[in-house]
């Protein structure tokens, strides 16, 4: 069996999930405030936080899953940055069954 890795064991307790929760929180709250200054500040908070919520609750997660299944081309983004299974697999599928463009010449 496959050695855990630091951020996986900590991740096992009950509190440390909370603090990751609440730091995932509080780093999307501050992203805008942070995005009107120069520099690409709410392009690097807002997804390290919204990626700390949904890694450590099933709350967020419902949340998030609904919302992607509402609106999937805004939900996109996200799992191209978490580099998400589900997001390669559905990428994938979609050029499978996308039809070839014709040539009418």
């Keep these: 069996m496959a050695k855990l890795g630091l951020y996986q064991r900590?991740?096992?307790?009950?509190?440390?999930?909370?603090?990751?929760f609440i730091l995932g929180v509080v780093l999307m709250i501050?992203?805008?405030?942070?995005?009107i200054l120069p520099g690409p500040g709410f392009i690097i908070l807002?997804?390290?936080?919204?990626?700390l919520c949904l890694q450590n609750?099933?709350?967020a997660?419902?949340?998030?899953?609904?919302?992607?299944?509402?609106?999937?081309r805004y939900a996109d983004w996200t799992d191209r940055v978490m580099q998400r299974a589900s997001a390669a697999r559905?990428?994938?599928?979609?050029?499978?069954?996308?039809?070839?463009?014709?040539?009418?010449?």
């Design 10 to 20: 900590l991740r096992s307790t009950a509190q440390v999930r909370l603090t990751l």
């Design 30 to 35: 501050l992203a805008p405030i942070v995005g």
């Design 46 to 51: 807002f997804p390290i936080g919204l990626m």
């Design 57 to 59: 609750s099933a709350w």
């Design 61 to 72: 997660k419902r949340i998030y899953v609904r919302f992607k299944w509402r609106h999937p």
């Design 90 to 105: 559905r990428r994938a599928k979609a050029k499978l069954t996308k039809p070839e463009p014709r040539d009418d010449d």
